[in-house]
């Protein structure tokens, strides 16, 4: 049996050169995880983060800048939020529910959104763009 370890953590940079760029690679998380969730959400909600990976991979680093672990990041964030999507809608079908219906009456879901960025940093995070954290 395999345990995880969640801690909340809140990072005080002391140096404002690596708050802003910490702030910046924030920001740029949070918009890689909307592009891949946009791609999700009209694509038959592909929620294999491996196959994810292999079609967006590339495109995704290149337009966001993002080192390869915060990539990855950004395949197995989307894929989890959206799994859990899939749990509350069978719970409340309607939480999700847009208001609008398809051409065969069916309810139009939205996409889940990232409006702030919160990732889950793995041991032996790459750290290296950060000289205070060092």
Partial sequence: ????????VKLKLSNPKD???????CE????????????????DLELNSIKLNEVLYHDVRQRFHLKSQLTQSTFRT??????TVQTQLRR???????????GD?????????FPNCV??????LDISGFSSLL
């Avoid at 345990?3 to 909340?8: Q, V, Y």
């Avoid at 409340?92 to 398809?102: E, F």
């Fill in 28 to 43: 740029q998380y949070r918009q890689a995880c909307n592009y891949v969730s946009d791609y999700v959400f009209h694509h």
């Fill in 119 to 124: 990732t889950r940093m793995a041991v032996n």
């Fill in 1 to 8: 049996m395999e345990l995880s370890l969640t801690i909340k």
């Fill in 78 to 83: 989307v894929t989890a939020r959206y799994k």
């Fill in 92 to 102: 409340s079908p309607n939480k999700y529910d847009s208001g609008k219906n398809d």
């Fill in 19 to 25: 708050a802003l760029a910490f702030q910046e690679v």
């Fill in 105 to 113: 009456g069916k309810a139009v879901h939205m996409q889940p959104a």
